[in-house]
C-alpha cells in the first residue's frame, strides 16, 4: 500500500460516516479509527527512504512520509529518541508523527549519525518536509 492510498483512504474515511477503518495488506497492518479514542501506535512502522542528498556531501535528508504532529518523545517528560550527535543503526526509531490519532514510528532508513533535527518537537508537519539530516559519518 503506497503512500498516496493511504492519505486518500484518510481522506475518504474523515468523510464519511464509519468510525473505524480497519485494512491488512501482506504485513502492513492500518487502523483509522475516529471518535475520543486514544492514539492507535499502527502494528507495521513506516521507514523512510532518504530522498535527494542534501548540499551537504556525505548527508541525506530523511523526510515525513506523512503530514500530522512530529514528536521526538515518546511521550511527554520522556528522553527523546534521538538528538543531535546520537548514532542510530537502520531501523531504530528517530520520532512519531502522529496523524488522525494514530501514532506513527518512523524509523532509520540506514546507519549513521543525527547532524540535525530541523523540526522542533510538537510542531505541525507536511508529507515531504526534512525531519533530520543524517550522515554516514564517525
Do not use: H, W
Request: hydrophobic content about 40%; overall charge negative.
Amino acid at each position: 500500500m503506497d503512500l498516496d492510498a493511504i492519505l486518500k483512504l484518510m481522506d475518504r474515511a474523515e468523510k464519511s460516516s464509519f468510525t473505524k477503518v480497519e485494512i491488512q495488506s501482506g504485513d502492513v497492518r492500518l487502523l483509522l479509527e475516529r471518535g475520543e479514542t486514544a492514539p492507535v501506535l499502527v502494528s507495521a512502522p513506516i521507514v523512510c527512504p532518504p530522498r535527494d542528498a542534501e548540499e551537504t556531501e556525505g548527508k541525506d535528508a530523511v523526510r515525513s512520509p506523512i503530514s500530522g504532529v512530529f514528536y521526538l518523545r515518546k511521550e511527554p517528560g520522556a528522553e527523546p529518541f534521538v538528538s543531535v550527535g546520537t548514532r542510530v543503526n537502520k531501523g531504530d526509531t528517530l520520532c512519531i508523527i502522529e496523524a488522525m490519532k494514530t501514532m506513527n514510528e518512523i524509523r532509520s532508513p540506514k546507519a549513521g549519525v543525527i547532524t540535525a533535527i530541523q523540526i522542533e518537537d510538537g510542531a505541525m508537519i507536511a508529507a515531504g518536509d526534512t525531519l533530520f539530516l543524517l550522515s554516514e559519518g564517525n
